[in-house]
């Protein structure tokens, strides 16, 4: 027995006219709950779009530290190593600092929740 295929290769969907009825009233039943057009604030949206970056940015300078200072305990790195890395932390934060003024986010924006690991700071 041979499964159907759409154009693309993917399995065909077939619906019988029971089906796409009760899909149908679903689709009416929920539409009256969705807003007739999409309201979007370019401004927030960008904004949005900012603080994610930004808290992503965040969350890998903490392990980027973190790991730093685990190698630094370590011995593994030595004296222009750890000068390096932290001129770079350093000028990172300073980035950080400037970016989120211009988006006009503070570091409680950008403390998101890790679930069980807790606060990103």
Partial sequence: ?????????????????????????????????????????????ENGLARLVLTVIELLRDVLEHQAVRRMDGGTLDESEVERLGLALMRLDERMQEIKGVFGLTDEELNIDLGPLGRLR
């Fill in 1 to 45: 027995m041979s499964e159907e295929r759409g154009s693309g290769g993917e399995p065909a969907v077939t619906a019988s006219p029971g089906t796409a009825a009760a899909f149908e009233r679903e689709l009416g039943e929920l539409a009256p709950a969705l807003p007739d057009r999409i309201d979007v604030d370019p401004e927030a949206v």
